[in-house]
């Protein structure tokens, strides 16, 4: 499945339920889940929702990448997410795919880069000055 609409017709008709059903769901009107389908419109900031309506992994959903029955890293479906997600750009939610995708020494390496990069930064430009 190439495009976004495909990709959701193709899980809300595996799930059985109508495009208003979806459009409630994810908080959407029933002409907007139809405007995706129809590739209409291109992308939805309401793709976290739209996922976790029809139980899929959002960046599948998005980008056609991966598997739509994704597991997190517990090994059960990607059910809930949390209220981040829900507004999280596509750049947050790839480099979130790539973070659970790494081994554990390079989620480490991933952790200590973004928690250390703002400090030097910083540090970079006051010596700067």
Do not use: C
Request: proline share 5%.
């Amino acid at each position: 499945m190439k495009t976004l609409g495909e990709r959701l017709k193709w899980a809300r008709e595996r799930k059985g339920i109508s495009q208003e059903e979806l459009g409630k769901a994810a908080g959407m009107t029933q002409g907007g889940v139809g405007h995706l389908e129809q590739d209409l419109r291109k992308t939805s900031r309401r793709i976290a929702q739209l996922a976790h309506a029809l139980g899929v992994d959002p960046i599948w959903l998005a980008e056609g990448k991966g598997d739509p029955d994704t597991p997190s890293e517990s090994g059960a479906p990607i059910n809930t997410p949390s209220i981040e997600l829900v507004y999280a750009s596509h750049e947050e939610l790839r480099l979130l795919t790539l973070f659970r995708q790494a081994s554990p020494l390079g989620k480490q390496l991933i952790q200590t880069v973004a928690e250390n990069a703002p400090k030097q930064v910083l540090g970079l430009l006051n010596d700067a000055q």
